[in-house]
């Protein structure tokens, strides 16, 4: 009987550090969300997202005239070592999902927010899933509206 209760205390020491364990690790980044206000009209913003979307290889799907969302299908980014894409490291993807409000007649408020995602696991990424990864750079809210105010001519 003494035996018995002293594997029971040990699983219940491995099940508490394995709860603990799982509490201590940090949330992963949900991508980068930017809030703005561009003074231009609400139908010039959405053609200028659009273009610019689409230069940077997104397929964009965009709604009725009056809806409010522009989104994005994922754009896989693929690096000039196409085979280590086959073999070892995996690919990277993004999506865009930017939001219009119309403020006033020469006003538009923007939010943009880009999820930006790569394959989980070092040695096979193949068979990996998809987890939330910072975004690069060029891939990052800011500098898609950067963008889209240097097309409307606003910089």
Same mark, same amino acid.
């Given at each position: 009987m003494p035996r018995t209760a002293c594997m029971i205390r040990q699983w219940v020491a491995v099940a508490g550090l394995l709860v603990a364990a799982g509490c201590a690790t940090t949330a992963p980044p949900a991508g980068t969300s930017e809030d703005v206000i561009l003074e231009a009209p609400e !139908?010039? =913003? @959405? !053609?200028?997202? =659009? @273009? =610019?979307? !689409?230069?940077g290889g997104y397929d964009v799907t965009q709604g009725a005239q009056d809806d409010s969302e522009i989104r994005t299908g994922y754009r896989e980014e693929i690096s000039n070592y196409n085979w280590l894409y086959r073999t070892q490291f995996g690919v990277n993807r993004s999506r865009v999902i930017v939001t219009l409000t119309q403020e006033s007649e020469t006003a538009t408020r923007v939010t943009v927010r880009m999820m930006y995602e790569g394959k989980d696991g070092e040695w096979m990424p193949l068979a990996g899933s998809w987890v939330p990864y910072d975004a690069a750079l060029p891939q990052n809210a800011s500098n898609t509206i950067r963008l889209v105010k240097n097309e409307l001519g606003l910089l």
């Amino acid at each position: 009987m003494p035996r018995t209760a002293c594997m029971i205390r040990q699983w219940v020491a491995v099940a508490g550090l394995l709860v603990a364990a799982g509490c201590a690790t940090t949330a992963p980044p949900a991508g980068t969300s930017e809030d703005v206000i561009l003074e231009a009209p609400e !139908a010039q =913003v @959405r !053609a200028a997202f =659009v @273009r =610019v979307l !689409a230069e940077g290889g997104y397929d964009v799907t965009q709604g009725a005239q009056d809806d409010s969302e522009i989104r994005t299908g994922y754009r896989e980014e693929i690096s000039n070592y196409n085979w280590l894409y086959r073999t070892q490291f995996g690919v990277n993807r993004s999506r865009v999902i930017v939001t219009l409000t119309q403020e006033s007649e020469t006003a538009t408020r923007v939010t943009v927010r880009m999820m930006y995602e790569g394959k989980d696991g070092e040695w096979m990424p193949l068979a990996g899933s998809w987890v939330p990864y910072d975004a690069a750079l060029p891939q990052n809210a800011s500098n898609t509206i950067r963008l889209v105010k240097n097309e409307l001519g606003l910089l």
